[in-house]
């Protein structure tokens, strides 16, 4: 069982930076990949980055490559998304997810657990 609670969503301005946190709770963290996902209203749930249980592997959307950063502490139970040169289509509520089967289950959105989702939203 994993527990998973996002933070950090704001409102910022387009150019601007945010760090979402995902702290997790559960005796296996160290061996999960994690990753992010965020949806905007009328819209899909969409793959924003992924990381490897180890961190030494990690993936991005096109959108977001060269902007946002994934990583990971497990000493702490947290994954982060760094987020720079945010722009307004970036908005959305985006949402942690964990998987003990590898990082290509998270890619595809099919992790086993999922955090409540924190809110960002992109002013121009």
């Known amino acids: 069982q994993v527990q998973l609670v996002e933070s950090g969503g704001g409102l910022v301005q387009a150019g601007g930076s945010l760090r979402l946190s995902c702290a997790a709770s559960g005796r296996t963290f160290g061996s999960y990949a994690m990753g992010w996902f965020r949806q905007a209203p009328a819209k899909e749930r969409e793959f924003v980055a992924a990381?490897?249980?180890?961190?030494?592997?990690?993936y991005y959307a096109d959108s977001v490559k060269g902007r946002f950063t994934i990583s990971r502490d497990n000493a702490k139970n947290t994954v982060y998304l760094q987020m720079n040169n945010l722009e307004p289509e970036d908005t959305a509520v985006y949402y942690c997810?964990?998987?003990?089967?590898?990082?290509?289950?998270?890619?595809?959105?099919?992790?086993?657990?999922w955090g409540q989702g924190t809110q960002v939203t992109v002013s121009s």
């Open positions: 997810a964990a998987d003990y089967r590898g990082v290509r289950t998270v890619i595809h959105g099919t992790s086993a657990y």
């Open positions: 990381i490897s249980w180890s961190g030494g592997s990690t």
